[in-house]
């Protein structure tokens, strides 16, 4: 089965610009989740959907990220302006459902370099 | 916050040795899980610890958990160079799919 897609793969932007990444994630997986990677560190969760729903955003910037899941299926993660201590891998991962234990599936992820 | 840690940061070792990483965490979970990151490449999932059980085993890993000193240890024998990555402990918090990572560790195999 196709895994889960990230695009674009690499980004650079200059601070105050807005970027987007868009996720696709397998099919018929109901949870999507985002994280952020800064480098030599764990992914820290941003956001999860439940399909169209969010169900916990409690670490996102909500000043200047947002994303959506608007037909449950793909996803966007918007950072808007972007701040150099935004740079980081964004890493998309999806479930089947979002019991505890549900093994998660990770893209390959979107580098981030804000200048 | 519930990120774990791992221990030790680094770790090489020569192909056809064991590796043994682990890691702590703070709060009570459901599961833990256990993911490998290759340079420039996702986290792939390796293997997962349900609270209720103090060691599991999938071809060349072993896992155990001591829910009652909150840690976890990951052991990869008779290592390969392809095992070169970092390894990563996941927890979750009660009722949720939430994963909290720890800070990794980065293993190299020489060949």
């Known amino acids: 089965e196709a895994g889960v897609a990230q695009s674009p793969r690499y980004k650079i932007i200059e601070k105050r610009q807005s970027v987007a990444f868009w996720c696709n994630p397998i099919?018929?997986?109901?949870?999507l989740y985002w994280y952020q990677q800064i480098l030599g560190q764990g992914p820290k969760l941003l956001i999860q959907?439940?399909?169209?729903?969010?169900?916990?955003d409690s670490q996102l910037p909500k000043d200047r990220f947002s994303a959506e899941r608007l037909k449950g299926v793909d996803s966007t993660l918007k950072i808007q302006p972007a701040k150099l201590e935004d740079s980081a891998v964004y890493l998309c991962?999806?479930?089947?459902?979002?019991?505890?234990?549900?093994?998660?599936?990770f893209g390959p992820g979107t580098r981030l370099t804000v200048l | 916050s519930q990120q774990g840690e791992e221990d030790p940061q680094a770790l090489s070792i020569q192909e056809g040795e064991n590796a043994t990483m682990n890691c702590s965490y703070k709060?009570?979970?459901?599961?833990l899980q256990w993911y490998r990151q290759n340079s420039g490449r996702g986290l792939v999932h390796l293997i997962l610890?349900?609270?209720?059980?103090r060691e599991k085993h999938s071809g060349r890993l072993r896992v155990t958990l001591d829910t009652s000193k909150k840690s976890s240890s990951l052991l990869i024998t008779a290592s390969r160079a392809a095992d070169t990555a970092s390894y990563f402990c996941a927890t979750d918090g009660r009722g949720a799919n939430n994963l909290f990572f720890g800070t990794g560790t980065r293993l190299t195999v020489i060949p």
């Open positions: 991962a999806s479930s089947l459902f979002r019991q505890a234990g549900d093994t998660q599936y």
């Open positions: 610890i349900r609270s209720n059980e």
């Open positions: 709060t009570s979970i459901n599961n």
């Open positions: 959907f439940q399909n169209n729903g969010v169900v916990d």
């Open positions: 099919s018929g997986h109901a949870t």
